[in-house]
């Protein structure tokens, strides 16, 4: 079983962020755990605002 991940943020301002993840780059079949599969590509973004 391999599974890899990835993610990253970026700072566009002080108070504006943008950041993404990329988990189980490999698409591998797996249960986390007994009678629950994994997904395969799981790929998640999203946009921080502080005020």
Do not use: C, I
């Not at 993610?7 to 591998?28: D, I, Q, R």
């Not at 629950?36 to 999203?46: E, R």
Request: net charge positive; aromatic share 20%; proline share 2%.
């Amino acid at each position: 079983m391999q599974d890899l991940n990835a993610g990253a943020e970026y700072n566009v301002t002080k108070n504006f962020n943008l950041w993404f993840n990329v988990n189980n780059m490999f698409s591998s079949k797996y249960e986390r755990w007994h009678g629950y599969p994994s997904y395969g590509l799981n790929v998640l973004g999203g946009v921080t605002v502080k005020f």
